[in-house]
Nanobody, 123 residues
Framework: QVQLVQSGGGLVQAGGSLRLSCAASGRTFSIYRVGWFRQAPGNERELLAAIHWSRSTTYYADSVKGRFTISRDNAKNTVYLQMNSLKPEDTAVYYC????????????????WGQGTQVTVSS
């Protein structure tokens, strides 16, 4: 079992930046990939970015490419999501998750989830 604890998020004005953190503990050797998802009210949970745990290869959704950066600190077993040039439409609850073997973008293929953190971007 892998435990994920998220931190960061909050309220920011449009054009601003935030950084989310996702600290992993437990059976971290079993992690294949870490993804950052978000879910706005009435919308499906969507994958924004993902990083392969050992190879550190990355994936970005078109909606955040060039604005968001996913990275990993090996020593701290922590994955970050740096979010720049935030827009009101980025407002959502953000989640980190581990898994993604069966399907990169399918939330159902991720087994362990963080507690979620609210990001609100005001116009």
């Amino acid at each position: 079992q892998v435990q994920l604890v998220q931190s960061g998020g909050g309220l920011v004005q449009a054009g601003g930046s935030l950084r989310l953190s996702c600290a992993a503990s437990g059976r971290t050797f079993s992690i294949y990939r870490v993804g950052w998802f978000r879910q706005a009210p009435g919308n499906e949970r969507e994958l924004l970015a993902a990083i392969h745990w050992s190879r550190s290869t990355t994936y970005y959704a078109d909606s955040v490419k060039g604005r968001f950066t996913i990275s990993r600190d090996n020593a701290k077993n922590t994955v970050y999501l740096q979010m720049n040039s935030l827009k009101p439409e980025d407002t959502a609850v953000y989640y980190c998750a581990t898994g993604g073997i069966a399907g990169l973008q399918d939330p159902g293929s991720y087994a362990n989830w963080g507690q979620g953190t609210q990001v609100t971007v005001s116009s």
